[in-house]
């Protein structure tokens, strides 16, 4: 008997190890499927700045805050208007007033449910969209009930599609503490704010409690990669997943590239020239449409941009835009015509210096670019700007500046050219004719005749009046040229092809992320 037990405990002792080793692989196996967790790394060119609804973030900044932060009312991949935060409205006086109803059962991330107030307070005096004007004709943002928000303006306006752009998103006002210092990030969208390492890198959590469809990923982590060139770098080692903003140079190279995926659309971004049209030489029309006959923007984008974009021709619409006029008559290059149009008025080389003039003042000028994401390509587009004029005769001194010094020159008058992108063109509503408008701090152009036009297009909500009236302003800035169109961006993201499900959309600042996983193989 003494054996057989001996037997009974070596089999019990057996089974206890191979049921250890059991438990213990099923254990190993279980951290490995835990390890191959979706977690997206994304490449951005700058930090997040700033987090609270007063000031929107500088530069690729804005692509996080689309994760955390949500609007009443967004745009599909396409741009179409679709429900957001708020699931309808509607306006009962041709939109002098708009009336919001709240989505149910949408909660903030720190658990306190979206409410009417939650909206007021996201509109107040110290919020963005109050204090850079983009909505100067909100008078007031009222409460009716804990699920409707009245908007009354001072004129009538499409108002939802200004309620699109996330740089004035619904912020939880428990964001704020009670002394009304900013705390934390809390918004409703479908990732969370987990932590930020100035400089470095954001890392945001998905949204278990998120109203629409739950993220597939875990978490998204922003890496900080400031050079363009080396966050293509990043890529291409599976240091990053995915890079936003890439260089024109490295696209062909990249489309080539096994394992990696470019994806391409057409925004709503157009780079231009704003001309100082109250002082300086471009105070002449003449001159500004010699320098769009000359300026040749399909060689631009072929040679300059790497084939990356649309020539624009002037026009300062992107296909891709409501309203948009197929029938524009577009500049063509021709440096003759040019040249004609300048000697008829007035100009020629007296000195022979190369350089025109004019009654004693020479056809030189400045052309500014400012520093920052655009930077690189700016600076090549201006220098070859500046090759095409002096074929005319104009001489261009290019000065690339920091911001605070180019609103300085602006505010003095003193500048003839900028470089610009965007201004008001989130989205697909043509906004972007606000710029030119004389009471625009950004305008440089003074016509009684456009302001009154722009304003009329801006104050319908009639569709068929609106595209007539915007179709009229496309024709009066290919005319009057407050400013030259240059090139209709291309936006630009590369993934490595183990990152699955994304759609690139024409927006910015939006990040789409919805329906994007990892698949690696194990």
Same mark, same amino acid.
């Given at each position: 008997m003494a054996t057989n037990n001996k037997r009974i405990n070596l089999t019990a002792l057996i089974t206890c190890v191979l049921i250890a080793a059991f438990l213990l692989m099923s254990g190993c196996v279980g951290s490995k499927e835990e390890a191959t967790t979706n977690e997206l790394t994304v490449g951005i060119s700058t930090d997040v700045n700033n987090w609270y609804?007063? %000031? =929107?973030?500088?530069g690729d900044g804005r692509f996080v805050w689309s994760q955390i932060y949500e609007t009443l009312v967004r745009l599909d991949t396409d741009l179409n208007i679709e429900p957001g935060l708020a699931e309808?409205?509607?306006?009962?006086?041709e &939109? $002098?007033?708009?009336?919001?109803?709240?989505r149910e059962n949408v909660y903030f991330h720190d658990g306190n449910p979206l409410t009417a107030d939650a909206v007021v307070f996201s509109y107040s005096d110290d919020s963005y969209v109050k204090k850079m004007g983009a909505l100067r004709a909100l008078t007031s943002v009222e409460a009716v009930d804990d699920s409707t928000v009245k908007f009354v303006l001072a004129k009538p306006m499409s108002l939802p599609f200004y309620l699109t752009h996330v740089a004035w998103p619904i912020m939880s006002p428990t964001c704020l503490d009670a002394e009304g210092n900013f705390i934390s990030p809390i918004g409703t969208g479908p990732f969370k =704010?987990?932590? %930020?390492?100035t400089d470095q890198e954001i890392v945001l959590v998905r949204n278990d409690d998120y109203w629409g469809e739950r993220s597939a990923l875990d978490s998204v982590t922003f890496k900080v990669i400031p050079e363009a060139t080396t966050r293509v770098m990043a890529l291409e080692t599976g240091e990053i997943d995915m890079a936003i903003k890439l260089p024109e140079y490295d696209v062909s190279r990249l489309e080539e590239e096994d394992g990696i995926e470019v994806y391409r659309t057409l925004t709503t971004f157009t780079d231009f020239l704003q001309f100082n049209c109250n002082n300086g030489? =471009?105070?002449?029309?003449?001159v500004r449409k010699a320098l769009a006959y000359t300026i040749d923007t399909e060689e631009m984008v072929d040679t300059v941009l790497e084939g990356i974009g649309m020539a624009a021709q002037g026009r300062a619409f992107t296909p891709t835009m409501m309203y948009s006029n197929p029938d524009l008559e577009l500049y063509e290059p021709d440096v003759? $015509?040019?040249?004609? /149009?300048?000697?008829?008025?007035?100009?020629? +080389?007296?000195?022979?210096?190369? /350089?025109?003039? $004019?009654?004693?003042?020479?056809?030189?000028?400045?052309?500014?670019?400012? $520093? &920052?994401v655009w930077a690189s390509r700016h600076t090549a587009m201006a220098e070859a700007i500046q090759g095409s004029l002096?074929? /005319?005769?104009? +001489?261009?001194? /290019? %000065?690339?500046?920091?911001?605070?010094?180019?609103?300085?020159?602006?505010?003095?008058?003193?500048? +003839?050219?900028?470089?610009?992108t965007g201004y008001f063109v989130w989205g697909p509503y043509p906004r972007h004719f606000l710029v030119h408008q004389s009471t625009s701090p950004y305008?440089?152009?003074?016509?009684?005749?456009?302001?009154?036009?722009?304003?009329?297009?801006?104050?319908?909500?009639?569709a068929d009046k609106q595209q007539e009236l915007y179709y009229d302003l496309q024709e009066m800035v290919i005319e009057e040229l407050p400013a030259f169109y240059l090139v209709h961006e291309e936006k630009i993201v590369a993934a490595n092809s183990y990152v699955k499900g994304y759609e690139i959309t024409a927006e910015d600042p939006w990040l789409n992320l919805n329906g994007v996983y990892i698949e690696k193989e194990q």
């Amino acid at each position: 008997m003494a054996t057989n037990n001996k037997r009974i405990n070596l089999t019990a002792l057996i089974t206890c190890v191979l049921i250890a080793a059991f438990l213990l692989m099923s254990g190993c196996v279980g951290s490995k499927e835990e390890a191959t967790t979706n977690e997206l790394t994304v490449g951005i060119s700058t930090d997040v700045n700033n987090w609270y609804l007063s %000031q =929107f973030p500088d530069g690729d900044g804005r692509f996080v805050w689309s994760q955390i932060y949500e609007t009443l009312v967004r745009l599909d991949t396409d741009l179409n208007i679709e429900p957001g935060l708020a699931e309808s409205w509607e306006t009962p006086d041709e &939109g $002098k007033t708009w009336l919001f109803h709240l989505r149910e059962n949408v909660y903030f991330h720190d658990g306190n449910p979206l409410t009417a107030d939650a909206v007021v307070f996201s509109y107040s005096d110290d919020s963005y969209v109050k204090k850079m004007g983009a909505l100067r004709a909100l008078t007031s943002v009222e409460a009716v009930d804990d699920s409707t928000v009245k908007f009354v303006l001072a004129k009538p306006m499409s108002l939802p599609f200004y309620l699109t752009h996330v740089a004035w998103p619904i912020m939880s006002p428990t964001c704020l503490d009670a002394e009304g210092n900013f705390i934390s990030p809390i918004g409703t969208g479908p990732f969370k =704010f987990e932590n %930020q390492v100035t400089d470095q890198e954001i890392v945001l959590v998905r949204n278990d409690d998120y109203w629409g469809e739950r993220s597939a990923l875990d978490s998204v982590t922003f890496k900080v990669i400031p050079e363009a060139t080396t966050r293509v770098m990043a890529l291409e080692t599976g240091e990053i997943d995915m890079a936003i903003k890439l260089p024109e140079y490295d696209v062909s190279r990249l489309e080539e590239e096994d394992g990696i995926e470019v994806y391409r659309t057409l925004t709503t971004f157009t780079d231009f020239l704003q001309f100082n049209c109250n002082n300086g030489v =471009f105070a002449d029309k003449e001159v500004r449409k010699a320098l769009a006959y000359t300026i040749d923007t399909e060689e631009m984008v072929d040679t300059v941009l790497e084939g990356i974009g649309m020539a624009a021709q002037g026009r300062a619409f992107t296909p891709t835009m409501m309203y948009s006029n197929p029938d524009l008559e577009l500049y063509e290059p021709d440096v003759e $015509k040019a040249k004609e /149009i300048l000697a008829d008025d007035g100009w020629s +080389d007296s000195d022979n210096d190369g /350089i025109l003039d $004019k009654d004693g003042e020479s056809l030189s000028v400045s052309l500014i670019v400012g $520093k &920052g994401v655009w930077a690189s390509r700016h600076t090549a587009m201006a220098e070859a700007i500046q090759g095409s004029l002096q074929e /005319i005769g104009m +001489d261009v001194d /290019i %000065q690339v500046l920091e911001s605070a010094a180019i609103t300085s020159l602006e505010n003095d008058g003193d500048f +003839d050219m900028l470089l610009r992108t965007g201004y008001f063109v989130w989205g697909p509503y043509p906004r972007h004719f606000l710029v030119h408008q004389s009471t625009s701090p950004y305008s440089h152009y003074n016509n009684s005749e456009y302001d009154v036009l722009a304003n009329a297009a801006d104050s319908t909500v009639d569709a068929d009046k609106q595209q007539e009236l915007y179709y009229d302003l496309q024709e009066m800035v290919i005319e009057e040229l407050p400013a030259f169109y240059l090139v209709h961006e291309e936006k630009i993201v590369a993934a490595n092809s183990y990152v699955k499900g994304y759609e690139i959309t024409a927006e910015d600042p939006w990040l789409n992320l919805n329906g994007v996983y990892i698949e690696k193989e194990q």
